[in-house]
T-cell receptor
Framework: QKEVEQNSGPLSVPEGAIASLNCTYSDRGSQSFFWYRQYSGKSPELIMSIYSNGDKEDGRFTAQLNKASQYVSLLIRDSQPSDSATYLCAVKRSNDYKLSFGAGTTVTVRA | GAVVSQHPSRVICKSGTSVKIECRSLDFQATTMFWYRQFPKQSLMLMATSNEGSKATYEQGVEKDKFLINHASLTLSTLTVTSAHPEDSSFYIC???????????FGAGTRLSVL
């Protein structure tokens, strides 16, 4: 079982729609969760961090965490062409500072 | 967010030469930095954890004598690829861990091409 799994995509959404990205993790003791955006040829950029169960909103982005289900999601509202990128789910391991990354979900927003 | 600077952004070198990549945290102190490698269309692969004032810890399968890491200060870690070969060509990315929230901020990456 992979440590972090994401819906593989690619995900294509029309401009203005909601993009929904999902992630599950295997380390039940994990407490810190992150979403990074990576444009083609660039390095990852942090867009959200979440530590408690529930929703966390930041602009057009909403992260949702359910530790009991070991599930993290990211919603992108009012998707824009500039949101077209690969989104990486990252989970801090419970026993050290390392992050486990999912394979990423590539999102394409159609104008 | 915090700023992590990584240089150079691109290196082209001949086989057998060594290449040094620098990673600096510009507005915070980082006791822990990380070095990743990423091949095209693949996710990040952690190579090593760089700890200020102590030896780096390497992931399984990463040759520590080939990828030399030095973390001499709280704001600087360097990765030296020694005797580079074409198979070392890749995108190398560093990150620095900030504070109790354990957020990792990434440098812009270094694209290494070994001829």
């Amino acid at each position: 079982q992979k440590e972090v799994e994401q819906n593989s995509g690619p995900l294509s959404v029309p401009e203005g729609a909601i993009a929904s990205l999902n992630c599950t993790y295997s380390d039940r003791g994990s407490q810190s969760f992150f979403w990074y955006r990576q444009y083609s040829g660039k390095s990852p950029e942090l867009i959200m961090s979440i530590y408690s169960n529930g929703d966390k909103e930041d602009g057009r982005f909403t992260a949702q965490l359910n530790k009991a289900s070991q599930y993290v999601s990211l919603l992108i509202r009012d998707s824009q062409p500039s949101d077209s990128a690969t989104y990486l789910c990252a989970v801090k391991r419970s026993n050290d500072y390392k992050l486990s990354f999912g394979a990423g979900t590539t999102v394409t927003v159609r104008a | 967010g915090a700023v992590v600077s990584q240089h150079p952004s691109r290196v082209i070198c001949k086989s057998g030469t060594s290449v040094k990549i620098e990673c600096r945290s510009l507005d915070f102190q980082a006791t822990t930095m990380f070095w990743y490698r990423q091949f095209p269309k693949q996710s990040l692969m952690l190579m090593a954890t760089s700890n200020e004032g102590s030896k780096a810890t390497y992931e399984q399968g990463v040759e520590k004598d080939k990828f030399l890491i030095n973390h001499a200060s709280l704001t600087l870690s360097t990765l030296t690829v020694t005797s580079a070969h074409p198979e070392d060509s890749s995108f190398y990315i560093c990150s620095a861990r900030q504070g109790v929230k354990n957020i990792q901020y990434f440098g812009a990456g270094t694209r290494l091409s070994v001829l």
